[in-house]
């Protein structure tokens, strides 16, 4: 029997909470927002609120440890990406980038460069601002995504 696909979030600095509940919410999906803490409850049923230890992964393990093979995850942790995609995790960035078994090792690498740079003091540690459309670009992936899972799920 398949089992209905979860919606995890790494909400701690996550830009797409909102977008988030609000395609869970059309798909019927319950998500779950993983933090250190200071987020706000919601009343709403489907979505549920974890507030881990303080610690550096401790979100991330939560998330691994709960998450199963055709569920859903938004992060922008590659590690934590990592993680799930080999678990069978269907795992989202927050401008909509898609980290899948064909994807994640170049992001690993890319990740694991651009690291080594700034600690070197080659590149300054900056990200792009987060812009419409990577809000845009992150819903339709993510819509996308529940569609393919929910479809993966159906008997």
């Given at each position: ?17 909102d ?19 200071g ?27 709960n ?64 812009s419409p ?5 992150f ?17």
């Open positions: 029997m398949a089992v209905q696909p979860s919606l995890y979030v790494d909400a701690d600095a996550c830009p797409v909470k977008e988030a509940a609000k395609v869970a919410a059309r798909h019927g999906l319950v998500v779950t927002f993983v933090s250190n803490g987020l706000r409850p919601s009343r709403d049923a489907m979505v549920r609120h974890v507030v881990v230890p303080q610690g550096a992964d401790a979100a991330d393990d939560w998330i691994v440890e998450a199963r093979a055709n569920d859903i995850a938004v992060t922008a942790d590659v590690p934590l990406a990592a993680r799930l995609v080999e678990k069978g995790v269907h795992v989202i960035g927050p401008t909509g980038r898609p980290f899948t078994p064909q994807t994640i090792g170049m992001a690993v690498a890319m990740r694991d460069l651009k690291q080594h740079l700034r600690e070197t003091g080659e590149i300054k540690g900056y990200n792009p601002g987060f459309r990577d809000r845009s670009a819903l339709s992936a993510l819509d996308q995504t529940a569609r393919r899972a929910l479809n993966a799920a159906a008997p």
